[in-house]
C-alpha cells in the first residue's frame, strides 16, 4: 500500500469563484470495498489530495478506477477506511450532502432541458444572479445557452457538464473518464478546458483514465491503480521513468516498460530507451514492426524473452527476421526484486 500527501510541485495562481473552496482537502484512509460475492475491488488505498492538486489515477479495466470515484461521491459504501473532506468525515453523509461532484464519461446532460436549464439546475441558490452566464463563457459554451445537448458536439456536452459540475459548488471534483468517447482533436480541446478550469475551481480533483498519457498530461499528481491497489503514487515523471514496482511499470506506458527477468533480479527498460546495434549482450531476431504515429515499434525475441524497441524513424527500424543486437543505456535500465517485485534503489 502506498500513501502521499498531494500537492502541487509549484507556486499556484489559482482563483476561486466560491471562497469555500480554498484550503479543501481530501483524505482517503485505508479505503477499502468489495462487491457482494466479488473480489476487493478497493484494498486499502491511502492518500491525501491537497486543494490545487490534480491526481490522475490510472489503470486497466478493472483496476477499481470508476468504483474509487463512487465511493468518494458516496454512491458506495466502504467496508472498511475513512474519508474526510474539507475536515469532515464522509462515513454515512449522503452523496446529495458531500460537496462533491462526479462527472461522467457520458456528460448525462438533461436532454430535454436547454444548455441554460441543465447549467440553472445545478445552482446551489436561486439568487445567483450571473453566475450561469459567468461559468458558461469561462468554458466556452455561453454561444451555446438556448440549444439542447442533441445539437451539440461531444466537446461541448462534455464542457457544458463540467460547468454544471462547478454551478453546484463542490469542494472536490471527481472525473471518469471525461474524455473517452471523444475524438482526438475534442480531447485536446477538452483538456485545455480542464487547465483553464483552474480558475475558477481551487479544489482538489481526481481524475480516473486508462490512457497512461492522458493521465500524466491533466495531473500534478500521478497514480498507478492495479487490482484495486494503489501501487505507485508521486510525479508523474517519477512514476513513468522509475515506477514503484514491476506491477506499476507494467500498467503505465504502450507499450509497457519492457521486463527481463534474471536469477536474482527483473531488469526494466522502456521501449524508447533501447538502442539497435551491430554488435551488443543481447540479440535477437525481429518478429515485426508496427508504425505506430511518428514512431516505428520493433519486437523483438531474444534468449532472455520479447524486448519491443521503438525507432523514431522508419529507416531505422530493422524488417522481420532480422537478427540485431540490444542495447541498454545504464541510466535508463530500471531494477526490481525477484520475489517481491519491488523496485531496488
Keep these: 500500500m502506498r500513501s502521499l500527501q498531494a500537492s502541487p510541485a509549484g507556486e499556484s495562481s489559482l482563483k476561486s469563484s466560491a471562497s469555500d473552496n480554498q484550503g479543501t482537502a ?22 491525501t489530495v491537497e ?62 432541458m436547454s444548455v441554460r ?33 442533441r445539437d451539440l ?15 453546484s459548488e463542490p469542494h472536490a471534483l471527481l472525473l471518469d473518464e471525461p474524455l473517452a468517447h471523444l475524438d482526438p482533436s475534442l480531447r485536446a480541446r477538452v483538456r485545455e478546458t480542464l487547465r483553464e478550469m483552474r480558475a475558477h475551481f481551487a479544489g482538489p480533483i481526481v481524475y480516473v483514465t486508462h490512457d497512461h498519457a492522458e493521465a500524466m498530461m491533466v495531473s500534478d499528481v500521478l497514480g498507478v491503480l492495479v487490482g484495486g491497489r494503489l501501487e505507485d503514487i508521486g510525479s508523474p515523471q517519477r512514476v513513468y521513468d522509475a515506477p514503484a514496482n514491476v ?24 521501449p524508447e530507451h533501447v538502442r539497435f546495434v551491430s554488435e551488443g549482450a543481447l540479440r535477437g531476431h ?16 531474444t534468449e532472455r524473452g520479447v524486448v519491443v524497441a521503438s525507432a523514431r524513424a522508419v529507416h531505422e527500424a530493422p524488417h522481420p527476421g532480422d537478427s540485431v543486437g540490444l542495447f541498454f543505456p545504464e541510466e535508463c535500465v530500471r531494477c526490481f526484486d525477484a520475489a517481491s517485485g519491488a523496485a531496488i534503489a
Excluded: C, W
Design 26 to 47: 481530501l483524505v482517503l484512509r485505508d479505503i477499502s470495498f468489495r462487491y457482494d460475492g466479488g473480489s476487493r475491488a478497493l484494498d486499502g488505498i491511502d492518500v
Design 51 to 112: 486543494a490545487g492538486t490534480t491526481l490522475a489515477i490510472v489503470g486497466p479495466s478493472g483496476a477499481g478506477k470508476s468504483t474509487l470515484l463512487r465511493v468518494i461521491a458516496g454512491l458506495l459504501e466502504p467496508q472498511r477506511g475513512e474519508l474526510f473532506l474539507s475536515g469532515a468525515q464522509l462515513h454515512g453523509v449522503p452523496a446529495r450532502e458531500r460537496r462533491v461532484a462526479l462527472v461522467f464519461q457520458d456528460d448525462a446532460l438533461f436532454p430535454t
Design 117 to 149: 436549464k441543465n447549467l440553472q439546475f445545478a445552482l446551489r441558490r436561486s439568487n445567483e444572479s450571473g453566475a450561469v452566464e459567468n461559468i458558461a463563457r469561462a468554458l466556452h459554451v455561453d454561444v451555446h445557452l438556448d440549444r439542447m445537448p
Design 153 to 167: 458536439s461531444g466537446g461541448e456536452r462534455q464542457r457544458v457538464a463540467l460547468a454544471r459540475a462547478l454551478l
Design 247 to 270: 506491477r506499476a511499470a507494467a500498467a503505465l506506458g504502450v507499450p509497457p516498460m519492457n521486463l527481463l527477468h534474471e536469477v536474482n533480479r527483473i531488469i526494466g527498460i522502456r
Design 286 to 301: 525481429v518478429l515485426r514492426r508496427e508504425l505506430a504515429g511518428d514512431v516505428t515499434l520493433v519486437t523483438v525475441q
